[in-house]
């Protein structure tokens, strides 16, 4: 069988907090020509990095500054003493910059831990995309990546569309957070993409799974404190300080900051802890402090595949089609179950049972082309018809970013909240095959590897809700089955100067597939001081 041959972002398989599996299906259809590109005729562009080139490493000695154009933020920023932190250092981009954008490049340095003036540094990649005006607004874009140690710089172009919007009249700035892929250090182990198609092949029990994961975790744990890391410092209060330090760095009195997913929760720490520097904040598929993720976890699978199951029951075009979609997957589940099936790729096979098809369906949701083809992907596998699931698993092996800082952060924030068994009862109101998979193959993982991560709880007051009277504005999916709604709601009632709105028909990550979501973001940063125009939310549905 052959695989597609674009390159698309891949999220992990079977790993705990899929806050960027949905973007897998939005890189496949545009793969496929159905998404837009960016444009074919750039601007004048900074000097990259090319393909040839090597990428970069925990070991990598300082880059080279070149002469690349500059804004006079970063110019100013340039005179900065090379001794002092937090600075930025203009360099070559680390990678190939996909948007054809007039843009520059280089490194964020911070200390690891802040309390230590003497201790390790950290280096983090940023690209700036430049305004196109002459006379740019003063406070840029500074965009603050979910998933939690993603690799940023691989997923540019998903945004390619509001970048190019904001640019009009300000600069954007991307870079890759602590931890994460092209950063050093990096939080890397080799052998996780191995050992998840070993299991895939292997088919243990969830337990054995869970067991063999946790023990890649904790060896991956030793190795990475050996090198001197704490992984106390990849916490999400360490991502909001350089969140803030990269705008000082950049010589911006003010910034505006833009997050999706665990970087909201970046952005409302980001609130409550340096607040001085943000102008408003732009919160799309909240996950505050005080969200309950693991105890959810399971109504959120379940309550996200309801509500696909009845949209296909309410429209006679899907009824007509796939009959009673919720008896279809069930009856799926049960099949697999009892008698799996077998996918042979040219580097190893997958065993598809009950949990390993709730997992592509489940990461298909989140996603707004994926949700959309999900209906197809439950009729095709109750044929016994597994397909379309081919591209999916190989690319649900690979997590675009740090595991390692996701762990980080989680055993510290949010495992500490509830006990396993709390989990448990709480996913007992779910279907049976729900809760097996939220459960047993998802929770029970992240407990297991949280138990030898050896990181410190958070403070209780930390979980508490960001109050705060910056101006923000906070975007939903309406059918978002991983920050719902709820949440996002939620984090909205306590800023006294923001703004909520659910969109219609839209996953997770609203600003990535949806143009009113993006022309709600545009009238907000335009007058902070007027409701958004969301006019738009009329013709949507």
């Known amino acids: 069988m052959k695989l597609p041959r674009c390159k698309v972002p891949r999220a992990r398989h079977g790993l705990a907090g899929k806050f960027v599996a949905g973007v897998l299906l939005i890189a496949l259809i545009s793969c496929s020509g159905k998404d837009a590109q960016p ?29 690349t154009a500059t804004t006079a933020a970063t110019t100013a920023a340039a005179a900065t003493a090379p001794t002092t932190t937090p600075r930025f250092e203009p360099g070559d981009c680390v990678v190939p910059v996909t948007l054809n954008l007039l843009h520059h490049c280089g490194w964020l340095v ?33 965009y603050l990546a979910g998933g939690g140690g993603v690799d940023q710089m691989a997923m540019m172009s998903l945004y390619s569309d509001f970048v190019s919007a904001v640019v009009s009249e300000r600069d ?18 080799a052998g996780i993409e191995d050992l998840l198609w070993e299991l895939a092949e292997q088919h243990p029990s969830l337990e054995e799974r869970n067991m063999r994961l946790a023990e890649f975790w904790s060896e991956c744990r030793s190795y990475l404190v050996a090198q001197g890391i704490d992984l106390n410092m990849y916490s999400t209060s360490a991502n909001a300080a350089d969140a803030d330090d990269l705008r000082i760095a950049l010589g911006y009195d003010r910034a505006n900051y833009y997050g999706t997913s665990y970087g909201t929760r970046i952005g409302l720490v980001l609130l409550r802890d340096r607040s001085e520097g943000v102008r408003s904040i732009i919160l799309d598929s909240a996950y505050p402090p005080e969200a309950d993720y693991y105890t959810m976890y399971a109504s959120n699978v379940a309550g996200a595949l309801t509500a696909l199951f009845d949209e296909c029951s309410s429209d006679p075009a899907c009824f ?5 979609l919720g008896k279809l997957f069930t009856e799926t589940v049960d099949r697999l179950d009892a008698e799996s099936q077998i996918i042979t790729y040219a580097n190893g096979q997958v065993v598809v049972d009950g949990v390993m098809f709730i997992d ?32 999916v698993y190989p690319a649900l092996f690979n997590y675009p970013g740090s595991m390692a800082v996701y762990y980080s952060f989680q055993c510290r924030e949010e495992v500490p909240k509830h006990s396993f068994d709390e989990v448990v009862a709480e996913a007992a109101s779910v279907p049976a095959e729900i809760s097996d998979y939220a459960v047993q193959f998802f ?37 978002d089955p991983i920050t719902p709604a709820q949440w996002g709601r939620s984090a909205a009632g306590f800023l006294s100067s923001g703004w909520f709105y659910e969109i219609p028909g839209q996953s997770h990550g609203t600003m990535r597939t949806s143009a009113c979501a993006r022309e709600i973001a545009l009238s907000f940063l335009g ?14 549905g």
């Open 172 to 189: 954007f700035i991307m870079y890759n957070q602590r931890g994460a892929p092209l950063t050093d250090p990096v939080l890397e182990c």
């Open 110 to 142: 911070v200390l690891e831990d802040r309390t230590n003036p003497d201790g390790r540094l950290v280096r983090l990649p940023v690209v700036i995309f430049e305004a196109r005006t002459p006379d740019p607004q003063p406070d840029p874009v500074i």
């Open 320 to 324: 007509d089609r796939y009959g009673d």
């Open 360 to 391: 592509v369906i489940y990461a298909l949701l989140q996603s707004t082309p994926g949700r959309q083809a999900a209906s197809s992907f439950i009729e095709a596998a109750s044929r016994g018809d597994l397909d379309p699931f081919r591209p």
């Open 443 to 479: 929770a029970a993982l992240d407990y297991a590897v949280c138990e030898v991560w050896g990181v410190q709880p958070s403070e209780a007051g930390e979980s508490a809700p960001v109050e705060s009277d910056v101006p923000a504005l906070v975007l939903a999916g309406a059918f």
């Open 527 to 540: 007058d902070l001081s007027v409701a958004p125009d969301a006019t738009c939310l009329d013709n949507t």
């Open 39 to 67: 444009p074919s005729s750039p601007t004048t562009i900074a000097p990259r990095v090319t393909a040839g080139e090597p990428t970069v490493t925990s070991t990598m000695e300082a880059p080279t500054p070149t002469a």
